[in-house]
């Protein structure tokens, strides 16, 4: 179709940041059923009707024949809201082929690249039928935080997540919820060709390490990103859920720190547009890098945003946040006091990292880092899980479970001290880190048979992470590239305390763990009592 060039006041697009005049043009295209196999859009190959298409700002829809006109703005990116029952073409890259820039006058100059001079020569869109959502629902595979430095670590990362994953899992996408690498953005292209290996279509979110430093304003700053995976915010559908997928990194160029958690005005304006399309009992699953809660008792998302979003979504009783970033894991649940005032607290899931604490930590046989995260959470990746009926499960998968060690499960990990003094005043404790475990999570514990008793959910260092802290500590060497993160206090550990006043010699504890992310998990261990002669 054609596309007529034209100058427009910036006002008219709205354009963040841009000149007074800025170059602009009207996107004319059609949305169509690939059938043929061939590139561009065949004779018999029809028009899909009642398709959104963005430029990142304003929505519209196809018409009868899969027709759509936009107006389109130099710095734009026009895309496709996927619909139910299809997916993309793949690039050749591998990743989905969903978007268009619009950059006639090039980026500015950036060390990874930015956006060359950019005209689509046509404006066609196309989509292929997918298979049917199962009856029971779908699956996702949420990763975060692959964040690799080099290509050793992207290495840990195929041999670590990817392989035992191939061929073995039933989601129907996945989504990287920022940092794909630790601000080298040359290794993108190694990173996509292992993630390729999943066989499903990838939609990531940027982080703050995929930004352009050298960016002098925020505007700038996710140009070499969008270069490789197009808009930095966009939704699709899928098996009658909604997922919106945005960058909410505001680069602050010379400020320390050098960025916060926030979203700007073409997002807010695009989530409004899109939103209003949605009926109100839909599941909305919205994926940023950065969380909507502060850390650390500061500001690290804007509250004003913040509170405009959560307006935005006061109509949905059904919203799941998925974030990354903080390389440990927790659930969170937003009230009144961060400005949700909805029927029942907003839940955000704080998703663990792939590279768990940076691809740190004492390496195993295979030559992988430990990578314990700081809050004692094995690395590993999340997998959602969406019914029929909008409702939604999660799960944590650790990339790695020693084997024949019943005191760490793919749900928890257990740390009891090996022996204790018989008779000893009982103020040693048994830990169990579950590691999807919230306010709401049952933990108990019994030993050798006896009845079971509540564990207390404590706010502290995981003993495990302790214990190789502490070998970091006392080793000659380096035991690693870089040794473990510090233990910092964890969402998710149980303390029972231990008796004893029982028998001298080996005795069992079991623990079992209730709750809506944990279903029903299990663990055990041994400590022993010793006697212990008196002076």
Known sequence: MRARSALILAALLAWPGAAPAVTATIAEGVVYLETDGRPGRGPDEPGVAGVLVSNGRELVRTDAQGRYRLAVAQGQTVFVVKPEGYRFPARANGLPDFWKHYFPEGSPPLRYGGIAPTVPEHWDFALERAPATPAHGFEVLVFSDTQVKNLRDVDYYLRDVVLPLAGRHAATFGTTLGDLVNDDMSLYGALDAVTGRLGVPWFPVPGNHDVDQDATRDEDA?????????????????????????????????????????????????????????PPERLVVLGFHIPLFDEDGRE??????RERLFTLLARFPRVLVLSGH?????????????????????????????????????????????????????????????????????????????????AFTRAMALHAPRALRRGAYPSYGVYANVFMGDDGTEVEYRIDGGPWRPMRRVERPDPRLVLENVADDLAETPRGYDR????????????????????????????????????????????????????
């Open 222 to 278: 996710g140009l070499s990103w969008r270069n490789a995976y197009g808009p930095d915010t966009y939704a699709l559908e899928e098996g009658g859920a909604s997922f919106v997928f945005m960058d909410d990194v505001v680069h602050l160029p010379g400020q320390r720190p050098s960025y916060i958690g926030g979203l700007r005005e073409d997002q807010f304006a695009f989530l409004e547009a899109y939103l209003a399309t949605l």
């Open 300 to 305: 690290t998302f804007r509250h004003a945003d």
């Open 326 to 406: 903080n390389h440990t894991q927790r659930h969170y649940y937003h009230g009144p006091a961060e400005g949700w005032h909805g029927a029942a607290p907003l839940h955000e899931y704080n998703v663990g990292a792939v590279c768990g604490a940076f691809w740190s930590g004492a390496p195993d046989a295979k030559g992988i880092p430990d990578t314990t995260m700081a809050d004692g959470t094995p690395n590993g990746h999340a997998l959602l899980r969406v019914a029929a009926d909008g409702s939604y499960a999660l799960e944590w998968h650790p990339a790695r479970v020693p084997q024949d060690d019943p």
């Open 484 to 535: 473990s993160p510090e233990a910092r206090p964890s969402m998710h550990l149980w303390r029972g305390v231990l008796a004893t006043d029982l028998a001298p010699g080996e005795h069992h504890v079991e623990v079992r763990a209730r709750g809506r992310w944990v279903g029903q998990a299990a663990a055990s261990t041994t400590y022993r009592l010793v006697e212990v002669a008196a002076d």
